[in-house]
């Protein structure tokens, strides 16, 4: 996996994806020979004689050689490795832990899971808890009555079959009621898929709208590779739209128009547009203005629009609040009919960052029934999502009310994280923006800084020498001094020539002083080693 | 979804499937536009109108056309349609209650989940529990001591973090020791997947193995047809091969061989050989020395082994056991450079039938560390597989031992379960072969029945005039009969010219005489009304 990331970087950003103008001729595969003996190779070169195996690179899925998901990549990889050296041998290496800045993941870093939530989901994994008095010393008194609402809505209560392959149709009605409090527009069960955490409904929509190579999906640069990923593995062509860097990421329908002008004259049909709102790893949030412009954009231009909303309550700033794409065309007067919709939600975002749980949904709108008949097969053929993941995702879309028991330390524990979140953010943006050579737009909202690098010349001609993006270069060589773990920006794609990497704002807050001495002390000394 | 159950159940038994003798040449898309057209057609059939929306049966993927999953098709929407009858007007069916019998969904028909399983999982869900002393009240000392061994090997004991993409190393240990123990040699943690439940993993194989419609996978007809589904997702052939209903379903490597020559005859790469053991929808346990012929098959061939062991602790006769295909390779001394071999487990079948919880993995022995690292890749794309799936999978491969507070409680649950799935197997299999023109195989093993249909010529002529296959319109009937829903053998494939069905051998135990009833008096009217 590891030296892909190289490859794939250099790719992503200089239009390599999209080079390919007709779908491939070749009797034997779906890729062209050329590209998958040029992929054989690369994988090869570092490869050990070759063995008996019956499987080999050359002979497996070249969609599978293509794709590629720097977040969980070689910097990582790396990580884990010196993990396990400070582990066997403590005080080999400059720092004592290592700290995951690389992802999402805000549970891994000491964020504690939200209290009510998990006292409903013990409820539901042991139901026959709800009936013992002793239970009532234990859990508190709403979360006890949510579970019997939950367990209600469960055929048979059992928690333990295949629901409906949509989800628990009770759970969808509490989602949609959810999404119809916070929009203030109707929101229909039927529209709603539960899934493991979102990245599965994100591939059942590629797999739906990807034929072939022909077909591209207008996605944004920087965008967050599950979606480079996804679009390899069903081997579509991504079509990247940029991201105004000095407008504070901003998404400019000029930009959009000009991206799929230029894909239709290579003959692409642009099926899909991705927004991710709030950004990731850009963490900006759009104006409602902007959202009005791509959702005429999109129904003029008869695109379906994946609106990535996962990170729907992670606003830090005062001046911007989060619209739902859906809100957004309702209130525009657009209805079923006058654009095709998918919202995509998980429980591992949020205040409440359940990573761990796999829940999620996609809301889909606007699609004809025989359309949405064979998103019902294809979501059968899994049978149905994790049901602790479907409760989960119910509660997240239904919290605690005013007046219930547990409704004052739900709201302490939700808005200590999230004031919390936003403290860092700033403590870490302002820290960037102190370093020389790097600017760093404000997080908005996500959780994610993406700062830009203007390296010294020298550093880019070492990195080059050894093969690597500078950008790669700089996160190893932070890695290797401070143990810290950001995701290169050319996993991401960029502006060809910028460079930046992603650094999540999740470290506990206590550590951030720490952590930014680190940073600092790092970046003035790789300054001055590199200095031209 | 409904209309193609019918085509593609005619395809599955006449091999249409494997007709294209080449990958398409169209630029356009890796079906031939022939193809896509037939299927567009018979899809827009039926359709209404055409609408505005921008994603229609003829622009989405083809393969997505061409996917069918029976197990969820066109008969169960029937009877959920029925069941919505019911509940809105009472009376209005011949029966009181939709009785599924399509699906091994065991707690959906009130099996009860094990207790001891879900005390750890609902001490793990909160686990502030574990602190407290009124804990000792609710949950065995058993199950309080394995939640806090399963937090000590969960990262931080933040089971609502992302682990890493191949489950929590601790728990792929312990999957490991319980694999070890099963088999008699050792198993190895790097080996494991932890996925949400099976499916995955085997679109995951499948992603892998398959690049376009020359690459093969032997199945065995009659078949599980997620291995259908999967395939045709992923764009490749399905080679079949027949097991042989008068031999109790045999698996014939001579078959194999002869299967495996004719599709290398017709250019076909094949790729892996599935066996499904025990039995699904079959119910037939390999003996020992058939599955070193089929050791000996993959070895020779060259074929990755993809062993759907999912159903092992499922066997009810004394004459046969559970090997696991990785023992009987040890045992025939080969390595791991001998064979390569994936092993699918999940916790939704077992006496545990924990579908809802998503739990499963994939032991990949014999794969090259760049293939593997291909596989790693993939899975990271997703991040992780749930972690109540990932602990639940831990302990049904570590279940109470003896000593252990609940271990005769644990026993009793779990010999209570498999001693009344023997039973009612019997019971089914005695009713079906008491049955005009119906003979029915043991289920030696797995949840199902697959009896066959002798049906008079004349229902099979009505049944072809109204476009049905027989055993679907004998389906459909004894639901609107009895309210009893089984899966129509044309969507496993079977022989052609022979009809079966798939019957779960799961409804509860005091409920088994009446719908043995209800299915006599059915049956014997449906004979009755179409006899020659």
Known sequence: MRRFAVEKAKKLVSGALLSSRSCPSSPFCSSSPATVAAAAAAATATMAPTTSFPVTMESINPKVLKCEYAVRGEIVAHAQRLQQELQTKPGSHPFD??????????????????????????????????????????????????????????????????????????????????????????????????????????????????????????????????????????????????????????????????????????????????????????GQVLAEENQREVVEFCKKEGLVLLADEVYQENIYVDNKKFNSFKKIARSMGYGDEDLSLVSFQSVSKGYYGECGKRGGYMEITGFSPDVRDQIYKVASVNLCSNISGQILASLVMNPPKVGDESYESYMAERDGILSSLARRAKALEDAFNSLEGVTCNKAEGAMYLFPCLCLPQKAIEVAKAVNTPPDAFYARRLLEATGIVVVPGSGFGQVPGTWHFRCTILPQEDKIPAIISRLKAFHEAFMEEFRD
């Open 97 to 282: 832990e290592i700290l995951y800045c690389n992802i999402g993941n805000p549970q891994s870093l000491g964020q504690l899971p939200v209290t009510f939530f998990r006292e409903v989901l013990s409820l539901c994994d042991h139901p026959s808890l709800l009936d013992k008095s002793e239970t009532h010393a234990l859990f508190s008194s709403d979360a006890i009555a949510r579970a019997w609402q939950i367990m209600d809505v469960i055929p048979g209560r059992a928690t333990g079959a295949y629901s409906h392959s949509q989800g628990v149709k009770g759970l969808r009605d509490a989602i949609a009621e959810g999404i119809a409090v916070r929009d203030g527009f109707p929101a229909n069960a039927e529209d709603i898929f539960l899934t493991d955490g979102a990245s599965p409904a994100v591939h059942m929509m590629m797999q739906l709208l990807i034929s072939c190579e022909k077909d591209g999906i207008l996605c944004p640069i920087p965008q967050y590779p599950l979606y480079s990923a996804s679009i390899a593995l069903h081997g579509g062509s991504l079509v990247p739209y940029y991201l105004d860097e000095a407008t504070g990421w901003g998404l400019e329908t000029a930009e959009l128009k000009k991206q799929l002008e230029e894909a239709r004259s290579r003959g692409i049909t642009v099926r899909a547009l991705v927004v991710i709102n709030p950004g990731n790893p850009t």
